[in-house]
Nanobody
Protein backbone atom coordinates (compact mmCIF):
# COMPACT_ATOMS: atom_id res chain seq x y z
CA UNK A 1 0.00 0.00 0.00
CA UNK A 2 1.38 3.37 -1.01
CA UNK A 3 1.35 6.00 1.71
CA UNK A 4 1.29 9.66 0.79
CA UNK A 5 2.25 12.50 3.10
CA UNK A 6 1.46 16.13 2.30
CA UNK A 7 3.30 19.08 3.76
CA UNK A 8 3.73 22.77 3.14
CA UNK A 9 0.35 24.10 4.13
CA UNK A 10 -0.08 27.08 6.39
CA UNK A 11 -1.44 30.57 6.79
CA UNK A 12 -0.63 33.13 4.12
CA UNK A 13 -1.95 36.53 3.15
CA UNK A 14 -3.86 37.01 -0.06
CA UNK A 15 -1.45 37.39 -2.95
CA UNK A 16 1.13 35.20 -1.29
CA UNK A 17 2.52 31.81 -2.26
CA UNK A 18 2.86 28.34 -0.82
CA UNK A 19 4.36 25.14 -2.15
CA UNK A 20 2.72 21.91 -1.15
CA UNK A 21 4.66 18.66 -1.24
CA UNK A 22 3.39 15.11 -1.55
CA UNK A 23 5.86 12.36 -0.72
CA UNK A 24 5.21 8.69 -1.41
CA UNK A 25 6.42 5.92 0.88
CA UNK A 26 7.72 3.87 -2.01
CA UNK A 27 8.67 4.23 -5.63
CA UNK A 28 5.83 3.77 -8.09
CA UNK A 29 7.12 1.93 -11.10
CA UNK A 30 3.97 1.52 -13.16
CA UNK A 31 1.93 4.19 -14.91
CA UNK A 32 0.18 6.48 -12.49
CA UNK A 33 -1.34 9.90 -12.07
CA UNK A 34 -0.97 12.18 -9.07
CA UNK A 35 -3.89 14.42 -8.25
CA UNK A 36 -4.29 17.36 -5.94
CA UNK A 37 -7.74 17.87 -4.46
CA UNK A 38 -9.10 20.36 -1.99
CA UNK A 39 -12.08 20.60 0.32
CA UNK A 40 -13.27 23.89 1.71
CA UNK A 41 -15.56 24.06 4.75
CA UNK A 42 -19.10 23.14 3.79
CA UNK A 43 -18.14 22.22 0.23
CA UNK A 44 -17.47 19.01 -1.61
CA UNK A 45 -13.94 17.95 -2.37
CA UNK A 46 -12.83 19.07 -5.82
CA UNK A 47 -9.94 18.15 -8.07
CA UNK A 48 -7.70 21.11 -8.81
CA UNK A 49 -4.75 19.57 -10.63
CA UNK A 50 -3.15 16.35 -11.75
CA UNK A 51 -0.07 15.10 -13.54
CA UNK A 52 0.46 11.92 -15.49
CA UNK A 53 3.57 9.79 -15.25
CA UNK A 54 3.35 9.04 -18.97
CA UNK A 55 3.91 12.05 -21.17
CA UNK A 56 3.69 14.48 -18.29
CA UNK A 57 0.15 15.56 -19.10
CA UNK A 58 -1.34 18.01 -16.63
CA UNK A 59 -4.70 19.44 -15.74
CA UNK A 60 -5.73 22.56 -13.85
CA UNK A 61 -9.21 23.55 -12.84
CA UNK A 62 -10.40 26.90 -14.08
CA UNK A 63 -10.25 28.29 -10.56
CA UNK A 64 -6.49 27.75 -10.28
CA UNK A 65 -5.29 27.87 -13.88
CA UNK A 66 -2.48 30.35 -14.31
CA UNK A 67 -1.78 30.49 -10.57
CA UNK A 68 -0.95 26.90 -9.57
CA UNK A 69 1.72 24.67 -11.06
CA UNK A 70 2.06 20.93 -10.51
CA UNK A 71 5.45 19.27 -10.84
CA UNK A 72 7.30 16.13 -9.90
CA UNK A 73 10.72 15.05 -8.71
CA UNK A 74 10.90 11.38 -9.56
CA UNK A 75 14.26 10.97 -7.86
CA UNK A 76 12.67 12.01 -4.58
CA UNK A 77 9.34 10.31 -5.27
CA UNK A 78 7.74 13.63 -4.49
CA UNK A 79 5.24 15.84 -6.24
CA UNK A 80 4.60 19.51 -5.71
CA UNK A 81 1.84 22.05 -6.08
CA UNK A 82 3.19 25.57 -6.35
CA UNK A 83 0.44 27.99 -5.47
CA UNK A 84 0.90 31.65 -6.35
CA UNK A 85 -1.39 34.67 -6.12
CA UNK A 86 -3.41 32.94 -3.45
CA UNK A 87 -6.93 34.11 -2.78
CA UNK A 88 -9.13 33.67 0.31
CA UNK A 89 -11.29 31.29 -1.73
CA UNK A 90 -8.30 28.95 -2.00
CA UNK A 91 -8.65 28.23 1.72
CA UNK A 92 -9.19 24.49 2.10
CA UNK A 93 -7.65 21.24 3.16
CA UNK A 94 -5.49 20.05 0.29
CA UNK A 95 -5.02 16.36 -0.43
CA UNK A 96 -2.77 14.52 -2.80
CA UNK A 97 -3.75 11.14 -4.16
CA UNK A 98 -2.39 8.56 -6.57
CA UNK A 99 -4.24 6.76 -9.34
CA UNK A 100 -2.48 3.46 -9.96
CA UNK A 101 -4.85 2.42 -12.72
CA UNK A 102 -6.71 -0.20 -10.72
CA UNK A 103 -10.03 0.84 -12.25
CA UNK A 104 -8.77 2.01 -15.64
CA UNK A 105 -5.45 3.26 -17.02
CA UNK A 106 -4.54 6.47 -15.23
CA UNK A 107 -4.93 9.58 -17.33
CA UNK A 108 -4.45 13.25 -16.80
CA UNK A 109 -4.55 15.95 -19.44
CA UNK A 110 -6.27 19.18 -20.30
CA UNK A 111 -9.32 17.09 -21.17
CA UNK A 112 -9.04 14.53 -18.37
CA UNK A 113 -9.51 16.09 -14.95
CA UNK A 114 -8.92 14.04 -11.79
CA UNK A 115 -11.94 12.10 -10.54
CA UNK A 116 -11.81 11.15 -6.89
CA UNK A 117 -13.29 7.70 -7.45
CA UNK A 118 -10.35 6.69 -9.62
CA UNK A 119 -7.69 7.56 -7.07
CA UNK A 120 -6.51 4.70 -4.94
CA UNK A 121 -4.45 6.11 -2.09
CA UNK A 122 -4.75 9.44 -0.33
CA UNK A 123 -2.68 11.57 1.97
CA UNK A 124 -3.98 12.93 5.23
CA UNK A 125 -4.37 16.47 3.93
CA UNK A 126 -2.72 19.77 4.75
CA UNK A 127 -4.55 22.96 5.69
CA UNK A 128 -4.11 26.07 3.57
CA UNK A 129 -5.59 29.26 4.93
CA UNK A 130 -5.47 32.49 2.96
CA UNK A 131 -6.30 35.64 4.86
CA UNK A 132 -7.57 38.86 3.33
Amino acid sequence: EVQLVESGGGLVQAGGSLRLSCAASEFIYDDYAIGWFRQAPGKEREGVSCISSTGGGTFYSDSVKGRFTISSDSAKNTWYLQMNSLKPEDTAVYYCAVDLGIIRPPVCSDYAPPYQSEYDYWGQGTQVTVSV
